[in-house]
């Protein structure tokens, strides 16, 4: 199982960026998936997460990213608006694990590399 996101990138502050996250080897249609971000010296953040009819948001993030997914692509993107120099970080994809909702990463079974995001003042 592989999780592939792309996307990331340098972007002054109130710009935008789109994250994409491919997933191959198992079709997670029934599974949540999920992004997180880490920056230096933090922990690792809950951004969003979709699962089958439900959606949620990181407090920080909370109506300036959306989260969507592509079953039949078995992917998960990740738009990101009015982008702030907090939000620079790796953003990591993930996917799977038993519990339905969760925000937590533990809660997650696999996860992509990361892709960087840089947000310049």
């Known amino acids: 199982v592989q999780l592939q996101a792309c996307g990331g990138g340098l972007v002054q502050a109130g710009g935008s960026l789109r994250l994409s996250c491919a997933a191959s080897?198992?079709?997670?249609?029934?599974?949540?998936m999920a992004w997180f971000r880490q920056a230096p010296g933090k922990e690792r953040e809950f951004v969003a997460t979709?699962?089958?009819?439900?959606?949620g948001y990181g407090r920080p993030v909370k109506d300036r990213f959306t989260a969507s997914r592509d079953y039949a692509e078995n992917t998960i993107t990740l738009q990101m608006n009015n982008l702030k120099p907090e939000d620079t970080a790796v953003y990591y994809c993930?996917?799977?694990?038993?519990?339905?909702?969760?925000?937590?990463?533990?809660?997650?079974?696999?996860w992509g590399r990361g892709t960087q995001v840089t947000v310049s003042s």
């Open positions: 993930a996917a799977g694990g038993r519990v339905v909702i969760s925000t937590s990463a533990t809660d997650y079974v696999y």
């Open positions: 080897g198992r079709n997670f249609s029934n599974d949540k």
């Open positions: 979709i699962g089958i009819s439900y959606t």
